[in-house]
């Protein structure tokens, strides 16, 4: 896969911040001012980046990428 593949927005990786905190879709859309749709609809763009099928699989992604630096 290409580095750009795995490249998030800055608002992508907001909300990828919010899903480690343990958040809902609902808190996420109310703390940042969005719809509920919307942080799905980046969720989705988020998975397809990190190459996952889950929320899960998001934040154990993420997670290893900050400890690694």
Do not use: F, P, W
């Not at 879709?25 to 990190?50: D, F, P, Q």
Request: net charge positive.
């Amino acid at each position: 896969m290409t580095r750009e593949r795995h490249q998030l927005s800055e608002r992508e990786e907001t909300v990828l911040e919010l899903v480690c905190e343990g958040k809902t879709n609902r808190l996420i859309a109310l703390e940042l001012g969005m719809s509920e749709s919307t942080v799905r609809r980046h969720l989705e763009t988020i998975y397809r980046k990190l190459d996952v099928a889950n929320r899960a699989e998001a934040v154990a992604v993420y997670m290893r990428r900050k400890l690694s630096g």
